[in-house]
């Protein structure tokens, strides 16, 4: 889950491309462009990698009108891998939250459940 080079290989439902501009040790600096609900953005990613469990990322997309905090880990489970995922989406424009609050909270979460986690859970189950 920290290639995030190789995102658009193994996500390409919600990630076109995704560009390194600055790594130091664990700490990387990205632009991503991401896709949902149709449409095509720009991302800017801060990101720390936690080495053997995941990353936690502060997202912007000036574009979009949003800015994200997102965490993702992976730990041994009795019955297999569990995956913990959360993002906290900030919505900065006044007449964007009136619409994308109910579409994020279930339209979203759902799609990236599908065309993330699932995908995820796949590439798991090989391994």
């Given at each position: ?8 290989e ?6 076109e491309?995704?560009?390194i501009?600055?790594r ?9 462009t ?6 095509r ?7 720390r990698?936690?080495p ?24 041994e489970?009795?019955?297999?891998t ?7 989406v ?5 007449w ?11 339209y ?6 599908k065309?993330v ?5 796949k590439?798991l189950?090989?391994?």
């Open positions: 889950m920290t290639d995030f080079e190789k995102f658009p193994h996500f390409p439902k919600v990630a491309s995704i560009r501009n600055k130091e040790g664990n700490y990387a600096e990205m632009d991503a991401v896709r949902s609900f149709g449409k953005f720009q991302v800017e990613m801060k990101t990698i936690l053997g469990k995941g990353f936690i990322s502060d997202n912007d997309s000036y574009q979009f009108g949003t800015s994200g905090h997102e965490e993702m880990s992976l730990s489970h009795a019955k297999g569990l995956i913990d995922y959360t993002y906290q900030t919505i900065h424009k006044k964007l939250r009136m619409i994308a609050v109910p579409l994020l909270r279930w979203s979460m759902k799609y990236w459940e065309a986690i699932d995908r995820l859970k590439i189950e090989k391994q």
